[in-house]
């Protein structure tokens, strides 16, 4: 174990909450501005990407997603190594203004059938240096909030930190509303969608205004003024065998894990509601928006049950009950919603047909049909089928796209809300305790380079590419079954929707594993 006796007192409960504060107001504007984009991800796939095949423009958002997350490890290199060189306070001011700046210009991109190619490249490059500014914002920010709370409650004081990636998710979904609110749905498809990313230039001047009056953290000014900084934090953190051990334990013993519970439990459970039940994007967003303010207070209670009883113990168990319940909860979020398990009141379907002229093919129409179906518990659904005929006889006929919008009734809302409370659950027993356990690793003089690459790899790479992959997955299956079912043979799969499961279950048990037989249950450093 690694003792670092520093003479610097552990700041005031007045000081903190200031610090807290400061550092939470930044972070949680920076996870907002990062998830606004996966919040909206259905919406943008009709917009930045060619027309034709929705499930393909919806992948293709997703993975334009994840690759925000994929090159966070850089961003962790590049601004951890400022961080343990030039200090904490300045380093995240950057980050700060290059994730408004990005998320601000992602909101003026023209669309796909502007500008054609550059509309998703753009997209592309802006989501590219998101994901370099939050690789040295989190970082920074847990290590400031640390280097400032005494050691026996470093858990309770960083679990505040954490509530800000979910809490941004939650205020991303609360602006969508109430932008959503405010609009017609044709409005809003427009031009209204863009509104969530532009206001957040906003919020990112206000959290400058209150972060360039912080001071630096006691510990690393201290350690700075002694001589004893780090002149190389790459190579102390990574070239040195010993603190590189402790590198690959965070990640793949802790970070890997977290990582993929958090975007389970979080963005795949959205994504999952949205387009495999098909309920209706609002009432999607409103559900998620109570269940992540009911969890949320849950990462204060284990990062404050962490300081008495351990870091280790409680992310373990919350890698394990996600694990062993995840089929069953998506299982019951199915049926919640399965159309074919309610019965249909006698009468309720009504028609409605249209043909409009096809403003991008001459001669071409848009013939457009509308059905609605009442259920006997008050379950609703619109099916709107479009199918775009062109002038040429001899023209194969376009594959019509249908898309289904179920609106649920109270009873089944609340369940599906409790479904998801129950995943946020999992994610507070991972993911609250996990800044202080990361800080209590590495020592002070190369902390933020040391922490953040973990950190970033477990949740950018494996967490990050969860959406994306988990959706693969379940579209694979899904369309193996059509094929076979074509072809006459047995189906592959029995519930084609539950196989992007794999993924998070495999990749947190290889995680649990890990930490469980190489992680020590005390702390590598002691301030």
């Known amino acids: 174990m690694v003792t670092e006796q520093s003479s610097v007192k552990a700041s005031s409960t007045r000081s903190l909450i200031s610090v807290i504060g400061a550092s939470s107001v930044g972070t949680l504007i920076e996870w907002y501005d990062f998830y606004i984009f996966g919040s909206l991800a259905v919406v943008l796939a009709t917009k930045f990407f060619p027309e034709g095949n929705p499930t393909a423009a919806f992948l293709s958002t997703l993975a334009t997603f994840a690759a925000g997350f994929v090159v966070r490890p850089f961003g962790a290199l590049f601004f951890g190594r400022l961080g343990d060189l030039i200090g904490r306070k300045y380093t995240f001011m950057v980050t700060l203004m290059l994730m408004g700046g990005a998320t601000f210009l992602i909101g003026l991109i023209p669309a796909y059938e502007t500008i054609g190619f550059w509309a998703p490249l753009l997209v592309l490059i802006l989501r590219l240096l998101q994901g370099l500014a939050l690789g040295g914002e989190y970082g920074g920010a847990a290590t400031y909030v640390a280097e400032h709370s005494p050691s026996d409650k470093r858990g309770f004081w960083t679990s505040w930190i954490q509530t800000t990636a979910t809490v941004g998710l939650f205020v991303s979904l609360l602006v ?89 439990g ?49 992310m373990m168990v919350g890698m394990l009950v996600a694990i062993l319940s995840y089929r069953t909860i998506y299982e019951k979020m199915y049926q919640t919603t399965n159309l074919k398990t309610k019965q249909e009141v006698a009468g309720s379907m009504t028609s409605d047909e249209k043909t409009v002229p096809d403003p ?16 006997t518990d008050g379950t609703k659904l619109a099916e709107v089928t479009k199918t775009k005929i062109t002038a040429d006889p001899a023209a194969e006929p376009a594959k019509p796209e249908v898309k289904k919008t179920v609106t649920v009734n109270d009873t089944d809302r609340w369940s599906l809300i409790w479904l998801v409370f129950i995943q946020v659950i999992f994610v507070t027993m991972v993911y609250g305790p996990i800044a202080a356990f990361l800080v209590e690793m590495f020592p002070t003089k190369i902390r933020y380079t040391s922490m953040s690459l973990p950190y970033h790899i ?70």
Not at 284 to 306: R, Y
Request: aromatic content about 12%; glycine content about 10%.
């Open 176 to 264: 969508i509303l109430i932008t959503r609110k405010s609009l017609s749905k044709e409005a809003f498809d427009d031009w209204g969608w863009r509104v969530p990313f532009l206001v957040s230039i906003v919020m990112v001047f206000i959290s400058y205004i209150i972060r360039k009056n912080m001071h630096e953290s006691p510990l690393f000014a201290k350690v700075k003024a002694e001589g004893k900084g780090s002149t190389n934090p790459l190579k102390e953190s990574f070239g040195n065998k010993y603190n590189f051990k402790f590198v690959l334990l965070a990640l793949f013993g802790a970070t890997m894990g977290q990582g993929v519970v958090w975007y389970t």
């Open 266 to 314: 979080q963005f795949y459970a959205m994504n999952f509601i949205k387009t495999v039940c098909n309920v209706d994007a609002l009432q999607s967003d409103e559900l998620m928006a109570i269940a992540l303010l009911m969890g949320t207070p849950f990462f204060v209670l284990f990062g404050w049950l962490s300081d008495r009883i351990g870091r280790k113990g409680i």
């Open 360 to 375: 991008k093919v001459e001669g071409g129409q848009i013939k457009t049909v509308t059905v609605k179906k009442e259920y």
């Open 458 to 527: 477990g949740n950018g790479v494996f967490g990050g590419l969860l959406p994306a992959v988990a959706t693969y997955l379940a579209t694979g299956a899904k369309e193996a079954n059509v094929a076979a079912e074509k072809a006459g043979s047995v189906l592959p799969y029995s519930a084609p929707y539950l196989e992007g499961l794999w993924y998070p279950i495999i990749i947190t048990a290889v995680s649990l594993a890990i930490g469980l037989v190489y992680i020590s249950s005390s702390r590598r450093v002691v301030d």
